[in-house]
């Protein structure tokens, strides 16, 4: 079946511009993640979601980033006045019900550039 | 806090040798330990977990045990193939089971025909 997708794969923006990621989680899934990966850095949580809970946001790295996730699926991370060291490749994952949250599934990732 | 450390890469092997990554972590609590691969242009796979010490994960041919003496997950295979050029990462989760995963920096592999 279909794996998690996110869009764009790719996105170039200028420094101060806002930007939207969309991560599209594997139907059925009800836990939802957000990673970044800066170059040369391994993964850091930035927020979780899980079903109708309140999400943990505690990753995200200052306000001007967020994250809403509408209906139970499709996600959005937003960065707002983005900066150049926002730039990393941004990945989505979810992960079944009823599963240990052991084993996420991961999607290709959106590679975000800041100019 | 919690960390992961791995060995740095890109690793470079001939078809057919044997392969390590190392793998070191720090943890407060009794973490699960996890290896994942990303083959190129594709997302994240976990390729095998270990949850308790002494425990031996595996998948295709790969394989780490959970050392709890000396803190480490290894991985190891013993004949690589081309196919198996990716980037993998190490991970733990404290306590297990939650979603916090905390990865290492990845080590790239490249095997050479």
């Known amino acids: 079946g279909a794996g998690v997708s996110q869009s764009p794969s790719n996105k170039v923006t200028e420094k101060g511009k806002d930007v939207e990621l969309r991560c599209d989680p594997i139907?059925?899934?009800?836990?939802l993640y957000w990673y970044r990966q800066s170059l040369g850095q391994g993964l850091e949580f930035l927020i979780y979601?899980?079903?109708?809970?309140?999400?943990?946001k505690s990753g995200l790295p200052s306000d001007r980033f967020s994250a809403e996730r509408t209906g139970g699926s499709v996600s959005t991370l937003t960065i707002q006045r983005t900066q150049q060291e926002d730039s990393a490749v941004y990945l989505c994952?979810?992960?079944?019900?009823?599963?240990?949250?052991?084993?996420?599934?991961f999607g290709p990732g959106t590679r975000l550039t800041v100019l | 806090g919690d960390s992961v450390t791995q060995m740095e890469g890109p690793v470079t092997l001939s078809e057919e040798a044997f392969l390590t990554i190392n793998c070191t972590y720090t943890?407060?609590?009794?973490?699960?330990l996890f290896w994942y691969v990303q083959y190129p242009g594709e997302g994240l796979q976990l390729l095998l977990k270990?949850?308790?010490?002494?425990d031996k994960g595996s998948n295709k041919g790969f394989e780490a045990t959970y050392r709890k003496e000396t803190t480490s997950f290894h991985l190891e295979k013993g004949s690589v193939q081309v196919s198996d050029s990716a980037v993998y990462f190490c991970a733990l989760s404290d306590p297990p089971g939650t979603y916090k995963y905390i990865f290492g920096t990845g080590t790239r592999l490249k095997v050479l025909a």
């Open positions: 943890a407060t609590g009794y973490p699960s």
């Open positions: 139907s059925g899934h009800t836990a």
């Open positions: 270990a949850t308790k010490a002494d």
């Open positions: 994952a979810s992960s079944p019900p009823g599963l240990a949250t052991d084993t996420q599934y």
């Open positions: 979601f899980q079903g109708n809970s309140a999400p943990d």
